[in-house]
């Protein structure tokens, strides 16, 4: 690393982790992401809404897989060879718990300025404006920034998996 790639902490800069679903690219706070996992089936649950995979044990922990194209009513894809899990540390400001979130491919890691974050237009996609930090431009690519805990801890997502997992 040379002296103008170090990292300047006395800046507003955040790193995100990205990822690749429907051939768009998004990203969430790297702090949340406990590990990257392949895909492997999940053990289904009954009655869970169709963007639930099942739960998965996770050295003695079980957690929920939200299949996050489905979530954002994508179209689904079962061809991708390369889909991930990315474990996240949710914080619902009660309680933190682990989640997984499936989707097409790892991507890049970024750190972005705050400055260089900028406010979605309200209502320009399936994703509720609530779920979205805000969208940043890295190398000619457009990344959205998703709000994971608000995303996750959702008044519609929470109950399901509460009720399904406990």
Do not use: C
Request: proline share 4%; hydrophobic share 40%; charged share 25%.
């Amino acid at each position: 690393m040379t002296e103008n790639q170090q990292i300047d902490v006395t800046s507003n800069n955040r790193q995100f982790l990205s990822f690749i679903l429907a051939g768009e690219e998004y990203a969430t706070d790297i702090l949340k992401v406990q590990e990257i996992r392949d895909w492997t089936q999940a053990t289904l649950v009954p009655n869970s809404p169709d963007y639930v995979e099942g739960v998965t044990n996770l050295r003695g922990q079980i957690i929920p897989i939200i299949n996050l194209r489905t979530r954002f009513s994508l179209p689904k894809d079962d061809s991708l060879k390369n889909r991930i899990v990315i474990v996240l540390k949710i914080d619902d400001g009660e309680r933190s718990r682990l989640m997984g979130l499936l989707v097409d491919a790892f991507a890049e890691t970024y750190d972005i300025a705050e400055h260089e974050i900028k406010a979605a237009p309200s209502k320009i996609s399936v994703i509720d404006d609530e779920f979205i930090i805000g969208l940043a431009t890295s190398d000619e690519k457009m990344l959205i920034l998703l709000d994971v805990d608000e995303l996750l801890t959702s008044q519609e997502l929470t109950p399901t998996i509460n009720d399904n997992v406990a």
